[in-house]
């Protein structure tokens, strides 16, 4: 498996992993602005290997089915989306930081290590080559995984609670990580 810059030939594959495994979905050209935008802050993490193809039987009929999927014979197992945040309404206009739009990661390649290889990367990218002082994202109270990444594996903290932040009705986390380049 190998984990490189995200491209915009990546974007279908990486629309399709974001639909399969979140419910918080984005238009084509919300991940289009991402990449024009910020084109050093996504990342996707894909492999060739037939074997882990193999193993994977929905996935391939997927492949089959939507050859978006798969470009060069290179499936994307899973993506995050890095920006700055640009929003005019940002609480905080003076000191440029990085959000994370979106992280995930196909089920059957999960807890490989993947998820937090993916944030290193972007969190080094958005410091070094966009200047970010830190970086924030929101999640799920009850997504005990991301919780688990985020909190216990890169240290980010919990600045406030979003309440009623998502469409369901469930409170978000608002994190936050300072960023080093010596880190
Ligand atoms: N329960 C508890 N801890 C877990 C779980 C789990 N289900 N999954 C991973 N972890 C821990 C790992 O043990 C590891 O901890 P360690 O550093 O102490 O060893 C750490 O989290 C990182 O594990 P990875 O293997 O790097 O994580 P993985 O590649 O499995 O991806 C992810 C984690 C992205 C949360 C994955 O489960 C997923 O895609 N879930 C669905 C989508 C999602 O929830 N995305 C995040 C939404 S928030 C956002 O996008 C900003």
Sequence with gaps: ITIRL???DD???MQNANLSNLPENYTFKYYLYHLLSWPQASFVATTTDPELLEQDETQVTDIKK??????????IVGYVLGKMDDDP???DKETPHGHVTSLSVMRTYRRMGLADKLMRQCLFALCENYKAEYVSLHVRKSNRAALHLYKDT?????LSIENSY???GEDAYYM???LKLDE
């Design 166 to 168: 998502y469409q369901d």
């Design 66 to 75: 939507d050859t978006q999927y798969v470009r060069s014979g290179e499936k």
């Design 176 to 178: 936050k990580k300072k």
């Design 6 to 8: 995200a491209t915009i």
């Design 154 to 158: 890169l240290k980010f903290e919990v």
């Design 11 to 13: 974007l279908q594959g």
């Design 89 to 91: 309404d940002s609480t």
